[in-house]
């Protein structure tokens, strides 16, 4: 859930930022970009500066877990750098998307065991129980700010010029 509050507040400033004259940051989705591609850099960066915070997340199954954790690390970081180079946003957002799917059994996982006790985080099993519903809004989240999908509904920006066009 900290990884919620990280891109709210960063996107409530880029919001702010815009109000104050900022450039580049005038729609919704150049905010929500800036708000994860922090989030993602925070949390990489942790992945990589802490890997042993993140072990107990994973089931034994997992081959080469201290190398798992850095990639994931690693992943998130790119996708938060892929989300700021327009040529590559929309790919970025889909493989976040993508990468947000990939990690939520281990999230399951945590919620069924009541927290593997991972420094920092709540042992309160509530905790666990409750980040489950907010993985599809991270889903979500990466592909509005790639603008691979509109809110709520109907083609992206980009569709929609490319149909206007034709």
Same mark, same amino acid.
């Given at each position: ?20 004259? #900022?450039? =580049? ?5 150049? +905010?929500? $970009?800036?708000?994860?591609? *922090?989030? !993602? %850099? &925070? ?34 970081? #790119?996708? =938060? ?5 327009? +040529?590559? $946003?929309?790919?970025?957002? *889909?493989? !976040? %998307? &993508? ?68």
């Amino acid at each position: 859930m900290l990884f919620l509050a990280l891109i709210s507040v960063v996107t409530l400033a880029a919001t702010l930022a815009n109000r104050l004259g #900022a450039p =580049g940051l005038a729609d919704g989705p150049a +905010r929500m $970009r800036a708000g994860l591609a *922090v989030a !993602l %850099a &925070v949390v990489g960066a942790d992945h990589l500066f802490s890997p042993w915070r993140y072990l107990p997340m994973l089931p034994e199954i997992v081959p080469f877990p201290h190398a798992t954790v850095l990639f994931t690390g690693l992943c998130e970081i #790119a996708g =938060g750098i892929g989300l700021l180079v327009p +040529r590559l $946003r929309r790919l970025a957002g *889909v493989m !976040l %998307a &993508v990468y947000f799917v990939c990690v939520f059994p281990a999230n399951i996982r945590n919620a069924l065991l009541s927290g593997p006790g991972v420094e920092g985080l709540p042992s309160a099993a509530w905790y666990y129980w409750a980040r489950l519903p907010l993985q599809p809004v991270f889903v979500w989240w990466a592909l509005r700010a790639a603008e691979v999908i509109a809110w709520p509904g109907g083609p992206s920006r980009r569709r929609a010029g490319a149909a206007a066009e034709a």
